[in-house]
Every structure is written in C-alpha cells, then in structure tokens.
C-alpha cells in the first residue's frame, strides 16, 4: 500500500473532512486510483489531486465512487456544497494579500521627515537667531514628507475592504450550505429510509434476469451464450452479470447483477477460487469459468 500523504496544513476544515470521508471510502473498498479511474470516469491523475486535497473533486465524481463503493451520494454531495464555498473564499482571499515590504518606502520616509522635522526644531531651540547656521537644504521638505503619507494612506484600505467582502462571502455560502444540509436531512426522515432513495438515483439503468439451466453438465445463466471469457475488476457486460448469476448459485452473493465487476463482485470471486482451491487472483479465466459452470 503506497504512503498517505499528509493534507495541506491551510486546508479549509470542511474540505479537510471532505477529502477524509473519500480517503475512507478508498480505502474500505481496497481500490487504487487506477481502479477509481476504471470505475468514475476520471483519471487517476485527478484522483490522486482529489485525495491529496489540491484540487476539488465534480460533483459527478463523487456520485460515481459513491456507486462503485455503495456509499451515501446524499452526504457526499451534502459536504461536497460547504467544501467549495471555502475552497472558492481561500482562493479570494490569497489573491487579495498585500504583499510584503509594498508600502514600505512610504513609511520610511515618513520616519525620515518627522526626524528632521525634530532636528529642526531642536536647532531652532537651543541656537540664538544670530548663531544659527542656514540650512542649505529646503525648508518645506519636512512638510511635504510628512503629508505625503497621509494621502498616499487611502489605497491601503482596499486589501482590508476587500478581505472584508471576502469573509462576508464565505459567511453566507457556510449559512447557504447549512441550510441545504438541514433541508436534506428533513427530506430523508420524511422518507423513512435514506439509502433507497439514492440507491434508485445511481442505480444503472441496464439489469439482467437469471435464467439458471443445466445443459451437458455446464451451468449457465442463460446471458453471455455460455462464453468463457477472461474477465477482472473493472469490466462491465453480459459476461460479467453471467458470473454474477453463477456466482449467486453458489451460495456467493456477489451483490447486484448489474454486469458491474465492482468491489462485492471481486470479493465473491475470491471468496469461491478459495473455497474451489484456485489461485486466489480475483481474475475469472477458463479454470474459474470451468469451476463456475460445473
């Protein structure tokens, strides 16, 4: 199994626990970004950026991993809203930094002019008029140093007004996103059960029908025409369901048949190479097929 690697320190807690939940739900299906690409539609490039918490996964990715893991879409989607009002509100509010040592010759020659503007003064003080040595330099440059941050100190209220409207921003998508979440909440204990509802949402649209024969001493399920064709994790078809129905004969339930070589799918398969003495490898090839049939 490689690493985890650890999540950004300035990850928004929200999306933190969103990344969390999917690092969960990869790892209780044992499934490799590989075999997430194979089963959403998404390449395994993203998936490691999804899991590693640099970028904000589709909604449609997080319904396709909520159907190969068999997991709730509803939480997914519902903690997917408040994840991205923080991830858009962190992206305003980096843009909107000042940025460091930008103001500073103002400020320092600010500093300049009101010293000599002291020195001045001191002079002035302690000297007699008749004693006093004329300044070579202009008299009206301490008073233009020192007005001219007063003026100059307008356009440095923009970060803040800006960062304001940032965090109001991001106050009102929270209060949005838990608005949804109490209203889907309400809409599933009016329900009574959760998980039939998104369940029939992700269900895929194509099922097979089980037609159990024995024909020559083979069994068949009557969908694949007897094929014996080498299949494995990620596949999808006539042949896949085949072995699903089979599979069910046995006494292995394999989940749904639904074509879909999904996580329960390679669980029975193990399961019965195991029992039958086969190579444990989850593939079904013409040993396993053979196995299935007789």
């Not at 539609?41 to 990715?61: C, D, I, V």
């Not at 893991?69 to 408040?82: F, K, N, Q, Y």
């Not at 930008?102 to 300049?112: A, K, L, N, T, V």
């Not at 046995?250 to 195991?274: E, H, N, W, Y």
């Amino acid at each position: 199994m490689p690493r985890i690697k650890p999540l950004p320190d300035e990850l928004d807690p929200s999306a933190r626990q969103l990344v969390a939940r999917l690092r969960e739900l990869k790892a209780h299906a044992e499934l490799t970004t590989r075999q997430l690409a194979a089963g959403t539609g998404y390449s395994a490039r993203s998936w490691e950026r999804y899991l590693g918490g640099t970028s904000l996964p589709p909604r449609a990715a997080l319904e396709a991993l909520a159907r190969i893991t068999g997991a709730d879409p509803v939480r997914l989607l519902a903690m997917h809203e408040i994840a991205a009002g923080s991830w858009d509100t962190r992206r305003a509010e980096s843009a909107v930094q000042p940025r460091p040592g930008e103001h500073e010759p103002e400020e320092q020659r600010q500093s300049e002019g009101e010293k000599e503007g002291r020195r001045e003064q001191e002079r002035e003080q302690g000297e007699p008029p008749e004693a006093s040595v004329p300044d070579p330099r202009p008299t009206t440059t301490p008073t233009s140093l020192t007005a001219t941050p007063a003026t100059e100190r307008a356009p440095r209220r923009l970060p803040h007004i800006a960062l304001t409207a940032g965090v109001l921003a991001l106050t009102v998508a929270f209060i949005a996103a838990l608005l949804l979440v109490l209203r889907l909440d309400e809409n599933v204990a009016s329900a009574g059960v959760a998980t039939p509802a998104g369940t029939a949402a992700t269900t895929p649209p194509h099922s097979y029908l089980c037609r159990i024969t024995r024909t020559d001493g083979r069994w068949s399920a009557g969908i694949n025409n007897g094929r014996d064709t080498e299949i494995g994790y990620g596949d999808t078809g006539a042949d896949v369901a085949e072995a699903q129905c089979l599979l069910r004969r046995a006494g292995i339930s394999p989940g749904g048949i639904d074509g879909m070589f999904g996580p329960l799918t390679l669980r029975a398969v193990k399961t019965f190479q195991d029992r039958a003495g086969l190579v444990v490898d989850g593939m079904l090839g013409p040993r396993s097929w053979k196995a299935l049939r007789g």
